[in-house]
C-alpha cells in the first residue's frame, strides 16, 4: 500500500468568516478527526495556504483585475482557522495559485516522504481542491478525497466536481471509512 498522506488545502478565516459558524464549525470538527487519525497512524500533514502581497502583484489575475483583496499576508484572514488541530511540526506550504503543486515545493515533499496516495481535504471544492487532485492524479498519485472535509462558496459547482472527480481521478470517502482504512495501513 502507497504512503498515505493528509493535505489539508485553504481552511483559512477570509474564507470561513463567510460561512455560517455551524457549518463552519462542522468542517473543521471533520478534518481534526481526520488529523488525529493521520497522526495517530505516524502520516505525515500537510497544510496548504494561499496567501498574496497587499499590493495583489503575486495574486490571480481575476483578483488584480477586480481589486479583490482576500487571504492577504500578514492578516488574520491568511491564517488557518484558529479550530483547526495544526501543529508546529507538520508541514505547511504557502501557494499563490489554485492548484497546491503550482510554484510551491509540494512535489519534493512528497517525494522527500515517499507519499504514494493523498487524501484531500479543504475549501474550494471546485477550485482549489479539484486542481489539486487532478495535479496529484498526473502525477500518478492515488487521491482521496473526504466528502465532509471539503466545502464551497458555490454548492452547485462543488456537488459537480466531487461527481466528476469520484472513480475517476479521486475516491470520495467518508471521514468515517477513510479513519477505518488506517488501521490497516
Given at each position: 500500500m502507497p504512503k498515505r498522506c493528509l493535505v489539508i488545502i485553504d481552511v483559512l478565516n477570509d474564507f470561513l468568516d463567510r460561512?455560517?459558524?455551524?457549518?463552519?464549525?462542522?468542517?473543521?470538527?471533520?478534518?481534526?478527526?481526520?488529523?488525529?487519525?493521520?497522526r495517530q497512524a505516524g502520516l505525515p500533514i500537510i497544510w496548504v495556504r494561499q496567501e498574496f502581497r497587499s499590493d495583489l502583484s503575486d495574486?490571480?489575475?481575476e483578483m488584480r483585475d477586480k481589486g479583490i483583496a482576500i487571504t492577504?499576508?500578514?492578516?488574520?484572514?491568511?491564517?488557518?482557522?484558529?479550530?483547526?488541530?495544526?501543529?508546529?511540526?507538520?508541514?505547511i506550504i504557502v501557494k499563490k495559485r489554485y492548484s497546491a503543486f503550482f510554484g510551491t515545493e509540494l512535489d519534493t515533499i512528497l517525494a522527500d516522504m515517499g507519499a504514494g496516495e493523498l487524501t484531500l481535504?479543504?475549501?474550494?471544492?471546485?477550485?482549489?481542491?479539484?486542481?489539486?487532485?487532478?495535479?496529484?492524479?498526473?502525477?500518478d498519485l492515488r487521491v482521496v478525497i473526504a466528502r465532509e472535509c471539503v466545502g464551497s462558496n458555490n454548492e452547485e459547482h462543488a456537488r459537480v466536481s466531487l461527481d466528476y472527480m469520484d472513480g475517476k481521478i479521486a475516491r470520495v470517502a467518508t471521514v468515517a471509512d477513510i479513519i477505518e482504512s488506517l488501521g490497516a495501513s
Open positions: 460561512w455560517d459558524a455551524t457549518k463552519a464549525d462542522r468542517l473543521v470538527q471533520n478534518i481534526n478527526r481526520l488529523v488525529a487519525a493521520f495574486a490571480l489575475l492577504i499576508e500578514g492578516t488574520r484572514g491568511a491564517q488557518l482557522h484558529a479550530g483547526l488541530d495544526w501543529q508546529p511540526t507538520d508541514t481535504c479543504g475549501l474550494n471544492t471546485h477550485a482549489c481542491v479539484r486542481m489539486a487532485a487532478i495535479d496529484a492524479y498526473q502525477r
